[in-house]
């Protein structure tokens, strides 16, 4: 596995000429949900309480599509293949069920690791990190599956992931006075990072299994 340094140099590899697509589908994410977030704060009151569990539930139904849409994009940018909006959208819209199946049993999982004490759930939500992007590579497999795949990948590269995470701290704190429009080019460079990410560690799996 690459330092966390070597896998942003290749996130950056795989942006060059890119950076306007990759920044523009996830502006249209941001858009698509802020309303949903937006409508749920606007309704907390007891007088709309109905419409706040809408805006909510619509909210979480909606994160699965744009947590799969975001991660199939980037997941096909890290590898340097064209893959349109449209391409995403309809992948995330026709495979909506398995992925919110997958995304249903990871959250039930981790919060079952953070009920006992909040860092056996951070340690989950690693060991469950990759597993969107093995169901993306692999449809066919059950969302058990994609999650016992990604817990069995993630030995010994937890700490690596973590440190991915954390190495992007400096342009996180930079972001604010950017009147936060660095955040768009913050999150298309960390979902590129993330990928690559997948891609170098499936690449050790794979190593391992045929040597």
Partial sequence: MKKSREIREEARQALQGNWFAAVGLYLITLLITIPFGIGSSL?????????????????????????????????????????????????????????????????????????????PGIIASLRYSQAIYVKIDNPELSSSKAIRVSAEMM????????????????????????????????GTYYNTARSVFYDFLNADRLTKITS
């Fill in 43 to 119: 309704t907390e009151d007891g007088e709309h309480y109905v419409l706040s569990i809408l805006f909510s539930l619509g909210s979480i139904l909606l994160s699965v599509v744009i947590s799969t849409i975001v991660s199939t994009y980037f997941l096909h940018l890290a590898r340097q293949q064209k893959l349109g909006y449209a391409d995403s959208f309809s992948f995330a819209i026709r495979n909506y069920w398995p992925f919110f199946k997958l995304t249903l049993l990871m959250g039930l999982k981790i919060l079952a690791w953070t009920l006992l004490f909040i860092i």
């Fill in 155 to 186: 030995k010994g590269y937890k700490w690596k992931y973590f440190c991915l995470a954390l190495s992007f701290i400096g342009w996180a704190l930079l972001v604010p006075f950017t009147l936060f429009i660095g955040a768009l080019w913050l």
